[in-house]
């Protein structure tokens, strides 16, 4: 079986975000990772092909230094890459969706796709849609089980509220990962050195006759969420403090 | 005045307050509100009340409710048919997976989960970096389509004329996801994401028990409970129930944390609520420095008290 994983190089969720200019943040200092909700497909996709036999090959689209989330992503046990470069610090899901299709049909159409349920930085949630529809694929994104039975795949997806939806589709297909799926390996030192030899396909988005120009969605500004500045302390007894909380949620703010 | 559709959710035949909050934000423009599958009836008052020019029941056979493409499909059909340049609903975890089915289908920009829309100038704003911050985007397409943040738009009543209409969407099944079951919990419980009000508990609960006195204090507000990482670790809740970065991101009007100490990775997923409350016993508790309102005192003193004040 052979497994594509989209992995996303993003900025790790506990890095500060210093913005640099009016649509940019200064990257210089921040470390990068995979995807977190990528990770989870990485996992999966390794699991299967040591059981069923196959590859996994990882797709990244971003910039020269997603390297090092291409490599953490072999260390957990994908066998190759292909990285397609990119110059901007983003770019849109359309353009990203036509990029991983090109690859895929490129190097071959593989029998089930993993992406994260979406990704950290832009929080952009479509993605894997445009892909699998460009494909002609099924998908189903939010999987947190997953169970093969032949060209068969059954998804189950938390929809809120503590319903969960039971999906069938068959394969090929996109499944979109997030939590509960399993847990991701942490890579043993052999394994990270193993993966520093493994093939990466490196290509610039250019090559697949892709512009950056062409973004159908543009960042016209980007600023800091505002901090609080710190809570007004309500004092007293334990009966002031609430009958005094109570008066300002009701009168004040509003919000009960 | 453009035409605009709205993709409308309801529960128990009542229209959800986060989708009156959508209508709200597409004000001034000739709304057509959407229902998938279902009979305007028991919603149309409210619906004109809240500035539905339009009422549309959109069908397409038996199957509709089991098969999330087919659902997209007609969507699809009901704006081309209405002439509708703006498809807006609601960033729920059914509208998210629609909504990212018509972009792909339309093949045009979709901003998922914006806390602001202007349709007239096509922008949106939106979170970016786990609400770290907020990026303010512009759509070059003909076509604009955005879910909205749960409780981000304040609904307002802008009463409309209400026309009723039936549509049977012509689409054919694509037939590739087919939903075979939804598992219920015991109990329908109130969308974590949706919720106006949460009321949430963090290590300082210590059993799975003690999340009777939060639910006590969550009924009288009309509220959710969640939960931190800490207590979903230690197995006092369950991870549906956690609240951050790698749990729900939750945008309520209030949000209350019990017993919480206010890791970054916590506020990752609540910190564009609109009001805070931290109950802590440690008055240096880091969460003090990032919330609205503080109490310091005991959780099990303070959060039965507040619910017998409500
Ligand atoms: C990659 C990553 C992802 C993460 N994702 C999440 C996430 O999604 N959500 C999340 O919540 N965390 C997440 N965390 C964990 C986060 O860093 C914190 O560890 C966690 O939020 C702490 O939970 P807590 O505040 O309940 O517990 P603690 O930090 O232990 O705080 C408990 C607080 O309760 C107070 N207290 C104790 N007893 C009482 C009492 N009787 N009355 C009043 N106050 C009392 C204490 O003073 C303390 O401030 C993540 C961490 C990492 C590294
Ligand atoms: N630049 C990228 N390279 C590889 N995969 C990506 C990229 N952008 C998005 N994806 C995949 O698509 C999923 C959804 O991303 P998004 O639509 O940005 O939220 C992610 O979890 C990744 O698996």
Redesign the pocket.
């Known amino acids: 079986m052979k497994i594509c994983v989209c992995v996303k190089h993003v900025p790790d969720?506990a890095a500060t975000i210093k913005l640099a200019g009016d649509t940019a943040f200064d990257d210089a200092d921040v470390k990068f990772i995979s995807n977190p909700y990528d990770e989870f497909g990485i996992e999966e996709a390794v699991s299967i092909v040591e059981k069923e036999g196959g590859e996994v090959v990882i797709v990244t689209i971003g910039k020269e230094a997603a390297t090092s989330t291409i490599r953490s992503a072999m260390a957990m046990g994908a066998h190759r890459a292909i990285h397609v470069k990119t110059d901007g610090q983003f770019l849109d899901s359309t353009l990203t969706a036509r990029a991983l299709k090109a690859v895929m049909e490129e190097d071959g159409l593989p029998d089930l796709i993993f992406t994260g349920k979406g990704s950290v930085d832009t929080e952009s949630f479509q993605t894997q849609y445009r892909l699998a529809k460009s494909l002609g694929l099924p998908i189903v994104n939010e999987v947190s089980t997953l169970t093969l039975e032949g060209q068969k795949a059954i998804a189950q997806r938390e929809i809120g509220g503590g319903e969960k939806q039971v999906l069938e589709l068959g394969l090929p297909c996109v499944i979109g990962a997030t939590k509960g799926l399993n847990e991701p390996r942490y890579p043993k030192f052999p394994d990270i050195m193993k993966a520093k030899k493994k093939e990466i396909k490196e290509m610039a988005l250019s090559e697949l006759g892709i512009n950056e120009a062409d973004a159908k969605v543009t960042m016209e500004k980007m600023e800091a969420v505002p901090e609080r500045s710190g809570a007004k302390m309500i004092e007293g007894s334990v009966d002031d403090q609430v009958t005094e909380l109570v008066r300002i949620l009701k009168e004040e703010e509003k919000v009960i | 005045m453009a035409n605009t559709a709205i993709l409308i959710e309801t529960e128990n035949s009542v229209v959800k307050e986060t989708s009156l909050g959508v209508m709200t934000a597409a004000a001034g423009e000739t709304i057509y509100a959407l229902l998938l599958d279902e009979d305007a009836g028991a919603v149309k008052e409210k619906l004109a009340e809240y500035g539905a020019a339009n009422i549309v029941t959109v069908k397409a056979g038996d199957d509709l409710s089991k098969n999330p493409d087919l659902q997209a499909e007609a969507l699809v059909a009901a704006v081309k048919e209405y002439g509708c340049q703006t498809l807006l609903g609601t960033a729920s975890s059914t509208g998210k997976d629609l909504f990212a089915r018509v972009a792909a289908i339309k093949d045009v920009p979709l901003v998922s989960d914006c806390v602001a829309v202007n349709v007239a100038d096509k922008t949106a704003k939106k979170s970016h970096f786990s609400g770290k911050t907020f990026a303010t985007l512009k759509i070059n397409d003909d076509f604009l389509l955005c879910t909205v943040r749960p409780n981000s738009v304040e609904p307002v009543a802008a009463a409309a004329a209400g026309e009723v209409i039936e549509f049977n969407a012509d689409v054919a099944d694509p037939g590739l996801v087919k939903i075979v079951e939804v598992k219920k919990d015991t109990g329908k419980k109130l969308d974590l994401t949706e919720a106006p009000v949460i009321v949430t508990g963090?290590?300082?609960i210590k059993a799975a028990e003690n999340y009777s006195m939060l639910e006590a204090c969550a009924d009288k507000l009309g509220a959710a409970v969640g939960a931190?990482?800490?207590?979903v670790d230690a197995g006092y809740a369950p991870h549906t129930m956690?609240?951050?970065?790698?749990?729900k991101t939750v945008s309520p009007k209030l949000y209350i944390a019990c017993?919480?100490?206010?890791?970054v990775?916590?506020f990752a997923?609540m910190k564009t609520s609109k009001v805070i409350v931290a109950?802590?016993?440690?008055k240096d508790?880091p969460i003090f420095a990032k919330c609205d309102y503080g109490i310091i005192?005991?959780?099990?003193d303070v959060v039965p008290a507040l619910t017998e004040k409500l």
């Open positions: 969720t | 963090g290590r300082a931190s990482r800490a207590a956690q609240v951050g970065q790698t749990g017993g919480v100490s206010g890791a990775q916590h997923g109950i802590n016993e440690d508790a005192g005991d959780i099990f």
